[in-house]
């Protein structure tokens, strides 16, 4: 298992777009260092971002997937849109396909759905080995001395871990304006020298940490893929406001917080 490949074929129609009623598509995902990604644990890896239908889509992967009372485990993969693409009231109608390439038997496994011959696009994704990975993981604290002085949205200042430039973006009454939930991004400061095919994938995690002696609000280890055309990625609803600002939680003290990121470059990959 250590490549891998998967082809996702999907056929179907986005209301209102200008695209014709019924298009096909398949984009192809070949992963080199599909072992190494076992290795890192259940977290779920992100595909680049891909275009059809005036939409931006990711796959997602899950190397080791549980199921309740099942414990064995498994490989789960989704296919999804992109949050700059939600938008209510939009209703996009698909059927796809999943095609995983055995190399042990030269076959493919799929998930049977019936799609028409499509047009699309390809990535390699090349994964580095936990013993050679591009770089060691890497930490920055951002320190808010008034979270209610901050505007929706703030960026923290500019900062550098990996060989790469990077911001934190906050929203904090959230990025859908419901003002239930705090949104948190990590951004990159994409160079010109990365190809406009071309993407970094980063395994990060985010933290809001506790101020007094409890346990820090942290995510799990994400892998995800930035590029030109899509630097940035995190959560809408990284945590309520409610659990944010209860002091009991230790997390905003005297209108201080603090954020903190951890990220290491451990891939890249090409779109063709």
């Not at 072992?35 to 992100?46: A, C, H, I, N, Q």
């Not at 630097?231 to 945590?239: L, T």
Request: aromatic fraction near 12%.
């Amino acid at each position: 298992m250590g490549n891998s490949c998967v082809t996702a074929g999907c056929r179907g129609s986005n209301q209102g777009s200008d695209d014709a009623v019924q298009a096909s598509y398949n984009y192809k995902w070949t992963i080199d260092g599909f072992s190494s990604l076992l290795d890192r644990g259940t977290g779920w890896t992100y595909s680049n971002v891909f275009h059809m239908w005036g939409l931006n889509w990711h796959l997602k992967l899950k190397p080791r997937d549980t199921k309740s009372g099942d414990p064995n485990e498994y490989v789960s993969l989704r296919l999804e849109l992109t949050r700059d693409s939600v938008r209510s009231g939009r209703v996009v109608k698909t059927t796809f396909k999943f095609l995983i390439y055995d190399q042990l038997y030269g076959k493919h496994h799929q998930q049977q759905v019936n799609i028409a011959k499509a047009k699309g696009a390809s990535e390699n994704l090349f994964v580095q080995k936990m013993n050679n990975i591009c770089s060691k993981p890497e930490v920055y604290t951002w320190n808010i001395e008034d979270f209610f002085a901050l505007e929706n949205p703030s960026c923290s200042p500019e900062f550098e871990l990996s060989g790469q430039k990077w911001s934190i973006k906050i929203y904090p009454s959230g990025d859908d304006m419901n003002g239930n939930y705090l949104s948190l991004y990590l951004v990159m400061k994409v160079p010109d020298t990365l190809h406009k095919n071309s993407a970094k994938l980063i395994e990060s995690s985010m933290s809001i940490k506790n101020l007094g002696t409890g346990k820090d609000f942290t995510t799990g280890k994400g892998r995800e893929e930035y590029s030109k055309n899509f630097d940035s990625w995190g959560w809408d609803k990284f945590i309520s406001l409610e659990d944010f600002i209860d002091p009991a939680n230790g997390y905003l003290v005297k209108a201080k917080c603090c954020i903190e990121v951890e990220l290491a470059v451990i891939g890249s990959s090409r779109m063709k």
